[in-house]
């Protein structure tokens, strides 16, 4: 057993700029199941840029994923507009209990949650 790599950990010096990252996150999971237009409105003037909001909400069929990472080791579900042009979750049954740490050096965490599962070097 060789312990991570830290060239190939994602762990960056970046606090502030994650801290904003999951504010926007958090703002569009409250959101779910509300219009789009509104919700995008109101994030791109809460926001100081919408970037974000862009790598939460697939704009196309095939952009469509369960979960982002939203910097260092912050994951967020998937988002995307639905036919209704309401906001949702690409994978509502994606939950913190699923997701799987890429490295044991970092607290990874899905919508703000900490993995419960531990970093395993031997899987995958
Ligand atoms: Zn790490």
Redesign the pocket.
Known sequence: MTA?D?A????TSGAASTTRRCSASFFLLSRVGRDWDEVYSEAVSRLDRPDPIFWMVARAEDAKKPFVLMGE?SYCSGLFVDADKRLAIVDPNLRVEHMK??????T?TFNGVAFIQKYDPDDG
């Open positions: 991570p830290p190939q950990c994602r762990r080791s740490p890429g490295c044991a050096c970092c990874h």
